[in-house]
């Protein structure tokens, strides 16, 4: 079976809250640190924080890059968002529309 090219592209997942979502999605845009950011506007979370279950009301980004830009993104999100402990967690893509992991590559290139 021939390769996609999907090795070498990254989905991430980043929470933040649901006021920020649409600035932090714009800038790693446009500073071409991901091809395309999907914001799902609404989202609840549970977690233990300063020893307590807490409950924030959020979104969730998800974002599209490559491999070589993933840690210029976690870093840039890190250092710009406004949780003390952001979670960016990010996946390897193991298949994809060929045409569509090259558009990734393309527009992440920049």
């Not at 996946?91 to 590559?105: I, K, M, N, Q």
Request: aromatic share 10%.
């Amino acid at each position: 079976m021939a390769k996609s090219g999907a090795e070498s592209i990254r989905i991430v997942f980043i929470t933040i809250p649901r006021d920020e979502a649409n600035r932090l999605a714009r800038d790693l845009v446009e500073q071409r640190l991901a091809a395309c950011v999907n914001i799902v506007p609404k989202m609840e979370s549970y977690f233990w924080w300063d020893d307590a279950v807490q409950h924030d009301e959020e979104a969730l980004l998800i974002c599209k890059t490559t491999d070589t830009k993933f840690r210029a993104l976690m870093e840039y999100t890190h250092e710009s968002h406004p949780y003390d402990l952001p979670e960016i967690i990010s996946f390897p893509l193991s298949d994809g529309l060929p045409e569509y992991l090259a558009w990734v590559r393309k527009e992440t290139e920049g």
